[in-house]
């Protein structure tokens, strides 16, 4: 990417996370519901907002025409991570968050690494423990139920 590309996109990204601010405020609440279904939207374009905001100050900030000559295009690895994510939305409701969710941290580890960058254990922990800490935020914090699965 160029300069221009950088900031365009951040530009972008902040009217796409605008867009996303402005429709969640209309999403109703529920009564005595401390955190609603807005929650999360909002949380997502702010954070969408932040990063746009700090790839367009990025691009702005580079030299004009610089190039970026250490990237380099992955598209079969973004088609198997896009069929990845339609197997965990396929089997999110028949195994549950925890299960689901943990199959596709591990295979999504596996398949983001270098071969001489895998770690089963140290992947395994990141997939259960990240998976067991997402869940218990939903269900204990924000008091949200995720599918259980075959494990409830």
Request: overall charge positive.
């Amino acid at each position: 990417m160029t300069k221009n590309h950088d900031a365009i996109c951040g530009v972008i990204g902040m009217v796409i996370a605008a867009a996303l601010f402005m429709g969640s405020v209309q999403i109703g609440k529920i009564e005595n519901q401390t955190i609603g279904a807005d929650f999360m939207p909002k949380i997502v374009a702010v954070l969408l907002f932040i990063l746009s905001a700090v790839l367009f100050n990025q691009g702005r900030k580079a030299p004009a025409g610089q190039k970026k000559d250490d990237f380099v295009h992955n598209y079969k690895g973004t088609f198997l991570m896009f069929v990845l994510f339609i197997v965990y939305v396929a089997i999110f409701d028949t195994l549950g968050f925890l299960l689901s969710s943990m199959i596709y941290l591990m295979c999504a580890l596996l398949l983001l690494s270098r071969k001489e960058e895998i770690h089963y254990i140290k992947f395994i922990a990141i997939a259960v423990i990240g998976s067991v800490v997402i869940n218990l935020l939903f269900t204990e914090v924000f008091g949200v139920n995720l599918p259980a699965g075959i494990l409830g």
